[in-house]
């Protein structure tokens, strides 16, 4: 079953790109997250959209956001990835699929690639935003506004 909005977020732990476990409890219900989940590094749109988190990173953590990159790339990739485009970010690596089962990602492009979809969680661990679309210039732009109103509160 998919998560929605005004949901809580189940704890999970994933592996990070430096090697080391994430665990949600550490993080979830404690600080504001946006979670995206994307396709696979090295991709025209994830670079974009990576760059993209990236070049807000700053802002986000000024609001106290922390900021989380989920494909099924192994910590190899993701290494790779995030050095070669300077992500500041913690990425997680999913290459079992179970994060996005977790989290009900759909399938995109007619279920050939893994789907592209954006949670915004607020600091209580509650869903505020679930943003699904192939278009990767526009999941920056509706975590920036859900955060907005969140801050705003």
């Known amino acids: 079953m998919a998560l929605e909005i005004g949901g809580k977020i189940p704890q999970f732990t994933a592996i990070k790109d430096d090697g080391n476990d994430f665990h949600s409890v550490d993080y979830v219900g404690k600080i504001p997250l946006v979670i995206y989940f994307y396709p696979k590094n090295f991709t025209p749109g994830c670079i974009k959209e990576a760059c993209d988190f990236r070049d807000s990173y700053e802002d986000f953590k000024k609001e106290g956001v922390e900021v989380i990159g989920i494909s099924s790339d192994n910590v190899k990739s993701h290494e790779r990835f995030k050095n070669k485009y300077s992500l500041p970010f913690i990425f997680l690596s999913d290459s079992n699929g179970s994060l996005r089962k977790l989290f009900g990602v759909k399938s995109g492009l007619f279920g050939v690639l893994p ?39």
């Open 115 to 153: 789907g592209r979809e954006t949670y915004v969680i607020d600091k209580e661990g509650v869903i505020r935003l679930k943003f699904n679309s192939v278009n990767a210039s526009k999941h920056l732009k509706q975590a920036i506004k859900t955060v907005k109103e969140i801050m705003n509160e």
